[in-house]
């Protein structure tokens, strides 16, 4: 089992920063894809960007250019750096790790964000 602990979330305002991290409970980023989901009211959750264990990203086009997902293997810690942020950033963001086929297999209990316009 590994527990995905996040923090960084909080109030900002639209064209503000906030760093999200997640410190995993043991080795976990360096051996399998990790990411950021985020789930807004009424929407689909939407899988934000991800890192595999190689240090390849991937991110979903409406944060493309404003956020970047970065680790730090040796701290077991993912974070998600978002700039220009947008009141259509707001949502529970979760981190994720263990991807395979049917998802990824660690959650999360998710942290806010909320951007105000």
């Known amino acids: 089992q590994v527990q995905l602990v996040e923090s960084g979330g909080g109030l900002v305002q639209a064209g503000g920063s906030l760093r999200l991290s997640c410190a995993a409970s043991?080795?976990?980023?360096?051996?399998?894809?990790g990411g950021w989901y985020r789930q807004a009211p009424g929407k689909l959750r939407e899988l934000v960007a991800s890192?595999?264990?190689?240090?390849?990203?991937s991110y979903a086009d409406s944060v493309k250019g404003r956020f970047t997902i970065s680790k730090d293997n040796a701290k077991n810690t993912v974070y998600l750096q978002m700039n220009t942020l947008k009141p259509e950033d707001t949502a529970v963001y979760y981190c994720?790790?263990?991807?395979?086929?049917?998802?990824?297999?660690?959650w999360g209990q998710g942290t806010q964000v909320t951007v105000s316009s």
């Open positions: 890192i595999t264990s190689g240090g390849r990203t």
């Open positions: 043991r080795t976990i980023f360096s051996i399998a894809t």
């Open positions: 994720v790790s263990d991807r395979s086929e049917s998802g990824f297999r660690y």
